[in-house]
């Protein structure tokens, strides 16, 4: 008897642990790996019992409510979730599941950007970003980007004289958050282009002394991001502050130059410039200013440097070339008796001046300004009575002998220049004998000295 009631006390001692021993639970999230705020449900399965109480657990806290579903949204990453099956007093632990460890994910994000923001046609430059990962690209196909590495492949195109070339370089991020993306923009310098046109390319307009001509191009006209230094090589000719005009300061040519430089390279371009003298008036030289009917007189352009135009204003005299064409000498030859007016205009491509001298055409006056000429050579006044004049036409005349009527040399001298002036105050009266020497030619002529 003793012995079978202490059969039937062990079996009620050890009936709860015994049931205890066949509940289980096992728990399910519906997902382990989420991103920031996203809701997450979490189920079970369990055996070995009808009437469950549910006591869920957040990292070793409590949480939630006695319901076999525990929804959240506020998960962090590393959050552990774990359930217990309770006694309806909740005071003993009929089971534990097991534990979920949950990932949290952040929306991605980039960094900035940071590199250089030029890069030449067919070079590189490297760019880097702070977050490692990502993925890079080109915005369009003026350059290329490879683990950060951009080459510059198009200059663009150029519009007012401006060359435009610009690409976005992206690099992006990406996780089962989304994406994230920065931006950068690169310009593509071309290299440097210093080539430039003076004045109009489309109408001809000369560089004048005194005047100026437009600088088409050049001084960063051609490019942005461009530095350029134009000057000209003398002072024939000069450039305004901006480089914009260049301006004729005496006759003769000069050459400008154009330094073009961006970090890419440096380039160099030359232009000739041929300034041309602005005509000015400039007195005749006139042999005499009296001639008489049937003689004549020599009247002379000594600038050399335009196309004389002479006329008279009237019949009382003519006139007639020498020398050989444009004909800076001119023979008056008189007609009538009076006044006549001589004008000689110089015109060329920047302008036109003229000067007059006024002749007297009288019947007394004899062949006293007569000059000695040829092509070559013209001396005047002829008689004199103090000087006289050689104007040579070329430069291969050097010298001069005068040899006086009984064949004496009287007088030697060298020329210099097209003009050269002889003092003949010191010879006698006479008729004198003119030898002018140059190069493989020689001129004779004569002269009447008066006292």
């Not at 097991?98 to 949290?104: A, M, P």
């Not at 006209?221 to 350029?228: D, I, L, P």
């Not at 007195?283 to 049937?294: E, N, Q, R, Y």
């Amino acid at each position: 008897m003793i012995h079978s009631m202490k059969k039937i006390f062990l079996i009620l001692l050890l009936f709860p642990l015994l049931t205890r021993a066949q509940i289980s639970i096992h728990i399910y999230a519906s997902a382990t790996t989420i991103c920031n705020g996203t809701t997450v449900y979490f189920t079970d399965t369990l055996s070995g019992t009808s009437s469950p109480h549910f006591r869920w657990r957040l990292n070793g806290i409590n949480t939630g409510i006695d319901s076999s579903v525990f929804t959240t949204d506020t998960l962090a990453n590393d959050d552990t979730v774990q359930c217990l099956l309770t006694s309806i007093t909740g005071d003993t632990i009929l089971a534990t599941s097991n534990s979920i460890i949950i990932t949290v994910q952040d929306t991605p994000a980039t960094g900035i950007i940071t590199g250089s923001n030029n890069v030449c046609v067919g070079s590189t430059i490297t760019l880097f970003d702070s977050v490692s990962g990502g993925a890079w690209s080109a915005g369009n196909t003026n350059a290329m980007v490879d683990s950060g590495l951009v080459t510059g492949v198009s200059e663009g195109y150029t519009e007012y004289g401006v060359t435009y070339s610009v690409d976005t370089i992206f690099y992006i991020v990406t996780n089962v958050c989304g994406s994230s993306v920065a931006s950068k923009i690169i310009v593509i310098n071309p290299f440097p282009d210093a080539g430039f046109v003076l004045g109009n390319p489309y109408t001809y307009a000369p560089l004048c002394t005194g005047g100026s001509i437009f600088v088409n191009g050049g001084d960063g006209v051609a490019s942005f991001a461009y530095t350029t230094y134009m000057y000209a090589t003398n002072d024939n000719a000069s450039l305004s502050s901006g480089d914009e005009y260049v301006y004729g300061n005496h006759a003769g040519e000069d050459t400008i130059i154009n330094i073009a430089t961006n970090g890419c390279d440096s380039d160099t371009a030359r232009e000739l410039v041929t300034v041309t003298a602005t005509p000015t008036a400039i007195p005749i030289v006139a042999s005499a200013v009296k001639v008489g009917v049937g003689n004549t007189i020599i009247l002379m352009d000594t600038t050399t440097a335009f196309f004389p135009e002479w006329s008279a204003s009237n019949g009382n005299a003519v006139l007639s070339n020498s020398g050989s064409y444009p004909y800076f000498n001119q023979i008056l030859t008189g007609v009538t008796m009076g006044l006549v007016t001589i004008t000689l205009g110089l015109a060329n491509s920047c302008g036109y001046a003229e000067s007059s001298i006024v002749i007297t055409v009288d019947s007394t006056t004899n062949v006293s300004a007569f000059a000695q000429s040829n092509d070559d050579i013209t001396i005047y006044p002829n008689p004199s009575n103090d000087k006289l004049v050689i104007h040579t036409f070329v430069t291969t005349y050097h010298s001069c002998s005068i040899i006086n009527s009984a064949g004496q040399l009287v007088l030697q001298q060298a020329l210099n220049g097209p003009f050269t002036t002889i003092n003949i105050t010191s010879l006698q009266a006479d008729t004198y004998f003119i030898t002018i020497d140059g190069d493989n030619k020689k001129y004779k002529g004569k002269f009447i000295k008066r006292q």
